[in-house]
């Protein structure tokens, strides 16, 4: 009963979420005529595609332009473009939330598809990779280094972690990528002519056919993308699971374990860290969106094939309904994400339970 | 309430990282303020997006002190300017105005280009005419072109100016003219027969500073060292006749403090101008996130009810958009103006602070001074404002410093998509640049790395003042020292 009304709630909050940003993104569409822009495309081309098939069976090309006339005047009523924007409204969310958002301007997906779903979703299991692979980097690595340091406050390693934190907040994502090609591709190449890491993609040119050396040449290509995250995210997990780890330490009941002798192991393990880690997971969550926003730049930077390095391609190729599909499908793993991570919670935290 | 600020001040002051974060500070507002006063509003359009403006710098190369390490000497990018003639000869229906430059010239490189420019020529009757004489250090002398003011017109009075805005600018490294004299000389002087496609995708500069190596039908070119004269003379028809400027560059391999980028602008003016954009952005952001965050957190909390629950849902809706997703849609959608990156940065941003800041004020409303407002007569408006606000305001002042850097870092990372405003250079739509031009590939470094480490100074300074308030405002954190 607790657990299901608890996550029946978090549920709709994410729910109501991604309406939110569907209800938005269709507002700003329609009030900046970008869908009467992208309807019209889609209509055109139907209407092209129907008239080469018709062109077979009808000769007269004024009687095949007399039926042509009247389908795009019908399909122009279907797709609703007689309406004014705010009343297709319904209409076009559902479109975005089916991803039927016609073809792409000039984005094909690596089987040669023009579909935006297509496109963007195969893309996807890339992105996840990269994603989850970082974050559980830096999660693992954080609460390690967090714990350790939270129990020992105040020492130089205390003061650098602060610091260290401080810069891997302060440093934008894509830069430290940058950096990261140009020392460990760039100027390794200069200096001793091979490359350390390769510079982007995701596989070697060809790509290995052996299947294990294919997965370890995707790892081989991922090491730099994924460093690249480790730093952005890992400052920030490790400071607040030491400031947590810090405030839980100096409870009382943590005291009376030490007072009783309990093995210090023991005390970190079962009275600091049992109450330490809901908080610190919460703060994980509520990092999801940045890191996702970070996982967009590190791809764009290392030419890493997914949703982020497409986003990078729409936007200067000026492809709107890629961009849609992209901000909608990236509110949908934000918001998935967002729900495991709440089970997890409710998993570590017995106060939810009951 | 000075007391309590003294006191906060001195809690504040004691930690390292408050005093490099204030040294920062102080730093990055200096420059800012220097920039407000001797840079133009419109520098990014004006100057910044103005190609001509730079056609005369080296385009994407490193500083000048990258020479300074050893290796082959590289030129110095060196600008000629003559207002006035050196010598001035007349003959029965003409007077000639001689402009000579010297150059000593003993880098161990070409030059990457040269051109020559001519400013404001104002005549009465015939148009002046410009020659431009090359003599190098072996005594050979050069006739590399020739220009002519175009004629008046029957429609004008004199006086007629020419070459004002722009001046007229000859690019003597991609000029056919100047080709066909180098190939004279090549024939004349080392007996070489070369075409000029040749000499023109060797580059003019490499015959006319060098000396031409013949090995195995391989050409090769070595420097000439020595010193080189150029000359100018315009030849004037009419006692009025004046001539503005003489104006050659010779186009180095280096460029002032920080290089170029590949349209031969000035990093270093670039990245100045950054500074008052950045804190901008950060300032106005962070304010206006911190008072509705604050405002929305007071009044949901102390208010209650209805209130309380619209602003709590709201809140807890919005703050759990994922932000560069839609940042990148609006900006996209909306147009790619700085104020639309600065509202939607804060429509999205206010809701951790409201929510952190009602559950604060919830503890506050139930204090005796509140009681005793209330019991007073107080109203709603004032006891919000006098009593509430007080008791949260450390707390948010310390987020009012740690957002700042958060909408620095978005507008970079905005910029570096290819969404930044074009009207206004930002640190991340010049690194962008870079890394679009292939500058990583290629270790365009000069380009790519000071950018973002101004944009991680600028808000790393926020983090160490945020990070230095922390003992003040939570002082649970105050026992370990």
């Known amino acids: 009963m607790g657990i299901a009304r608890t996550l029946t709630i978090r549920a709709v909050t994410l729910i109501a979420v991604l309406i939110l940003v569907l ?96 496109i963007v979703l195969e893309r996807l299991p890339n992105t996840l990779l990269l994603m989850t692979s970082a974050i559980a980097i830096s999660a693992v690595l954080g609460l390690v280094v967090g714990v350790k340091i939270g129990t020992n406050p105040g020492t130089r390693k205390d003061r650098a972690l602060s610091y ?93 374990a030490r007072a009783k002798g309990v093995p210090e192991k023991l005390v970190e393990r079962r009275y ?67 729900f495991i991570l709440e089970v997890l919670y409710i998993a570590l935290d017995p106060r939810v339970r009951y | 309430m000075s007391v309590r600020f003294r006191e906060a001040w001195s809690e504040f002051w004691v930690s390292g990282v408050s005093k490099l974060g204030v040294a920062f500070l102080i730093a990055l507002s200096a420059i800012s303020i220097y920039v407000l006063v001797s840079y133009p509003l419109d520098f990014g359009l004006r100057r910044w997006n103005n190609p001509p403006i730079w056609s005369d710098n080296p385009k994407a190369v490193p500083p000048a002190w990258t020479t300074s390490f050893g290796g082959e000497s590289v030129v110095e990018h060196t600008t000629f300017l003559a207002t006035e003639p050196t010598n001035v000869t007349e003959s029965a229906k003409s007077r000639t105005l001689t402009y000579e430059f010297s150059i000593d010239y003993g880098y161990d490189g070409f030059p990457s280009f040269t051109s020559l420019s001519v400013t404001n020529a104002t005549f009465h009757t015939r148009a002046p005419q410009f020659t431009l004489f090359f003599e190098r250090p072996d005594n050979a002398t050069l006739k590399l072109l020739r220009e002519v003011a175009p004629a008046k017109r029957s429609e004008e009075e004199p006086p007629v100016t020419r070459w004002t805005e722009p001046p007229r600018r000859v690019y003597l490294s991609g000029d056919d003219r100047v080709a066909s004299a180098i190939q004279s000389f090549l024939s004349r002087d080392f007996e070489l027969k070369v075409s000029r496609d040749l000499i023109m995708r060797v580059h003019p500069e490499l015959p006319l500073f060098g000396v031409p190596k013949q090995e195995n039908e391989t050409l090769s070119w070595e420097v000439l060292k020595g010193t080189y004269h150029i000359r100018v003379e315009a030849e004037l028809f009419d006692s009025r006749d004046t001539v503005g400027e003489i104006k050659y560059v010779l186009g180095g391999g280096v460029f002032g403090m920080m290089g170029t980028d590949s349209l031969g602008r000035d990093l270093a003016v670039g990245l100045i101008f950054g500074f008052p954009v950045a804190l901008f952005i950060g300032f106005v952001t962070s304010t206006l996130t911190t008072v509705i965050g604050a405002a929305g957190g007071v009044a949901s909390g102390y208010l209650g009810g209805k209130v309380d629950l619209i602003i709590q849902r709201a809140a807890d809706l919005v703050y759990n958009v994922p932000l560069l997703p839609i940042l990148i849609f609006f900006t996209f959608a909306v147009g790619r103006g700085l104020w639309v990156i600065v509202v939607i940065l804060v429509a999205f ?62 507008e970079a990372a905005l910029s570096f998509l290819g969404l930044g ?27 790519i790395v000071p950018p973002g480490l101004l944009i991680v100074v600028t808000a790393v300074t926020f983090v160490f003042l945020a990070l230095g308030m922390e003992p003040v405002v939570n002082p649970r954190l105050r026992r370990m020292r």
């Not at chain 1, 055109?44 to 069976?57: G, H, M, P, T, W």
């Not at chain 1, 190449?189 to 052996?210: E, N, R, V, W």
Request: charged residues 15%; aromatic residues 14%; proline residues 6%.
């Open chain 1, 272 to 338: 600091i860290m049992r109450v330490a880690a809901p908080p610190i997971l919460t703060n994980i969550i509520i990092g999801l969106a940045g890191s996702i926003g970070g996982a967009i730049l590190t791809e764009a930077v290392f030419n890493w094939p997914g949703m982020g390095t497409l986003y990078y391609q729409a936007i200067l190729q000026l492809d709107e309904a890629v961009i849609i599909a992209l901000t909608y499908i990236f509110t949908l793993v934000y918001v998935a994400g967002r």
């Open chain 2, 421 to 447: 405003d074009p009207s206004i250079p930002t640190w991340g739509q010049i690194l962008q640049l870079g890394f679009q031009s292939g500058g990583v590939y290629v270790g365009w470094w000069w380009w």
């Open chain 1, 23 to 118: 209800f938005m993104v269709v507002t700003v569409l329609g009030a900046t005529g970008l869908s009467d822009k992208l309807l019209g495309a889609i209509v055109n081309e139907r209407v092209r595609a129907e008239r080469q098939s018709l062109a077979q069976s009808i000769r007269d090309p004024d009687e095949l332009n007399r039926v042509m006339e009247a389908r795009e005047l019908e399909l122009t009523k279907l797709y609703g473009l007689d309406l004014p924007w705010y009343l297709r409204l319904p209409q076009m969310a559902y479109r975005v939330l089916i991803l039927d958002l016609g073809n792409a301007r000039s984005l094909k997906s690596f089987k040669g598809s023009r579909v935006i779903a297509d």
């Open chain 2, 349 to 410: 941003g206010w809701p951790g602070l409201a929510i952190i800041v009602r559950s604060m004020v919830l503890q506050v409303r139930e204090s005796q001074f509140i009681e005793a407002a209330r019991s007073l007569g107080a109203s709603r408006r004032w006891i919000m404002f006098r009593h509430v606000f007080p008791q949260v305001a450390p707390y948010v002042f310390s987020q009012l410093i740690f957002y700042t850097p958060s909408a620095i870092l978005s």
């Open chain 1, 164 to 256: 260290f934190s401080a810069i891997s907040f302060a440093l934008p994502t894509w830069w430290t990528g940058i950096l990261l090609i140009l020392t460990c591709a760039f100027w390794f190449q200069m200096t001793f002519g091979f490359k350390l890491f390769p510079p982007g993609g995701m596989y070697s040119t060809p790509p290995p056919a052996d299947p294990w050396v294919a997965a370890l040449d995707v790892v081989y290509h991922a090491a730099l993308p994924v460093l690249t995250l480790v730093v952005a995210l890992v400052g920030s997990y490790t400071y607040t699971a030491r400031t947590i780890v810090l405030n839980v330490a100096q409870e009382d009941f943590v005291t009376v």
